[in-house]
């Protein structure tokens, strides 16, 4: 049947006696819970929600939406920037019931369900003293955050999320079950590698794991200058591929590490991530610390693990609200050091902030075209971020950004598909260049030709 839109009925006593979990409809004690997304729009109302506890519940709701003509969104963690979590009059397949999580220490891989968060998996591989690299939340969902590269804490060292993934499950739109790696599937297997969440409800992941009992890091927080801010980011791009760095340069929030009079000003705060040879690690991050007398300094010989463990691996309930775009840069020189803390200190309040990820080291190391993630030799990675209040304040928000970012944009093309807004078809477009896009558009119009699944950075099967 062809997915529309335009005839929304559901079976919802049929699809009951189908499957496992609840299904949960306008009125159902916990819909009003269930419908929420962390970011985006929370008042979206679907015309139901599936609690999937297996992957039988995924094919079964995958067939009801489609059966019905109902929009479909998919949901793990609900960090989707635009809320494609959720969604108004459709049908929301919620994936937190799948927590299977089975690692294999000996083999270091792990088999991990599509509920689980970043969090909880590195908290349980660090029990073996392994980790695998996501981001730098604790609290996203697995599967999002791997279909769109996976960019965080020790990219540098092991690569991108999707480097460390050797095979998927998915349920695709025509309901079968694939398994997908480098034998099987080998083309939706390289789409799923970067390509987002456009080809199948991904509901199982193997990955591979990685030998973290080395490790130092923690925060460090510097006031944020010019000049501590353009040292440190040719620093980090300098140095050994052990050490991954996350900065962001903010105005201080009122931290009980940091001292009140820091409170409110400028400061470059910060996430350190060393995995290898303890000693080295503090002779680098040393040079770090010399760039300016910190103002807090919580950087150690710890467990990897600890990096999510007090940001939590499970929180609930929607984030604050904020607009934000990406880009890739060349180089963090004087001038664009200038440029962002003189925009950051221009603030009224709290809500500005700019993110500088240096990238380089095992992220480079993969070819280009070997998967659908194409931007390989960018050097470093930007985020313009602001807070905003009331619904009004949005779109004056989003002309602040995109000014800011036409600032510090240097012309490199490109941008991270899992850092996107709602930016129009262009934007996803560079995301993906050349062909990369025109292969993705070929295994799109292969998985889903009617494009089922398009709550997303969507790529169109034409």
Not at 70 to 87: D, P, Y
Not at 257 to 271: D, K, N, T
Request: glycine share 12%.
């Amino acid at each position: 049947m062809p997915f529309d839109t335009a005839r929304p009925t559901l079976d919802v006593a049929g699809l009951r006696q189908l499957v496992t979990g609840p299904v949960l409809t306008p009125g159902d004690p916990g819909y009003d819970a269930a419908r929420l997304v962390r970011y985006g729009d929370p008042d979206r109302r679907p015309a139901a929600v599936v609690q999937a506890q297996d992957t039988q519940d995924v094919r079964h709701a995958v067939a009801a939406a489609r059966g019905a003509g109902l929009e479909l969104a998919v949901r793990s963690g609900g960090h989707s920037a635009v809320g494609h979590g959720t969604t108004d009059g459709g049908l929301v397949v919620d994936l937190r019931g799948l927590t299977e999580l089975s690692i294999d220490p000996g083999d270091r891989t792990a088999w991990v369900g599509a509920g689980v968060t970043a969090g909880a998996f590195t908290l349980a591989a660090g029990e073996h003293g392994l980790a695998t690299g996501f981001g730098d939340t604790g609290s996203v969902g697995i599967t999002g955050i791997v279909l769109g590269g996976g960019v965080g804490l020790l990219s540098r060292r092991h690569g991108l999320t999707i480097d460390s993934l050797l095979a998927a499950e998915v349920v695709t739109a025509s309901g079968d079950l694939v398994l997908a790696d480098a034998d099987s599937d080998a083309d939706l297997f390289w789409a799923l590698r970067g390509g987002g969440g456009n080809l199948g409800v991904v509901t199982r992941l193997k990955l591979r794991l990685h030998d973290v009992r080395d490790f130092v890091g923690g925060i460090l927080v510097l006031p944020a200058t010019p000049d501590v801010l353009e040292g440190f980011v040719d620093l980090a791009g300098r140095a050994p591929r052990e050490l991954t760095t996350i900065v962001n340069v903010m105005l201080c929030p009122p931290m009980p590490f940091v001292p009140a009079e820091a409170h409110g000003r400028p400061v470059v705060l910060a996430m350190i991530a060393w995995a290898g040879d303890v000693d080295e690690g503090q002779r680098v991050i040393g040079e770090l610390r010399a760039l300016a007398e910190p103002l807090a300094d919580l950087v150690g010989p710890s467990p990897y693990a600890a990096m999510f463990a007090d940001e939590g691996h499970g929180a609930d309930g929607p984030a604050p609200t904020a607009v934000s775009q990406t880009m890739f840069v060349d180089s963090i020189d004087a001038a664009t050091a200038e440029q962002a803390v003189s925009w950051v200190a221009g603030s009224s309040g709290p809500s500005r902030v700019v993110q500088v990820r240096v990238l380089g080291g095992a992220v480079g190391d993969v070819p280009s075209d070997a998967t659908a993630y194409a931007h390989r030799d960018a050097p470093i990675m930007v985020n313009v971020a602001t807070l905003y209040g009331a619904a009004a304040q949005r779109e004056p928000a989003w002309l602040e950004i995109t000014r800011m970012r036409g600032v510090l944009d240097q012309g490199r093309p490109g941008v991270y598909v899992n850092f996107l807004g709602d930016e129009g078809p262009d934007r996803v477009r560079e995301a993906y260049p050349g062909r990369t896009w025109d292969r993705l558009v070929e295994i799109k119009r292969r998985y889903d030709p009617e494009n089922v699944f398009r709550l997303n950075q969507n790529i169109p099967p034409t």
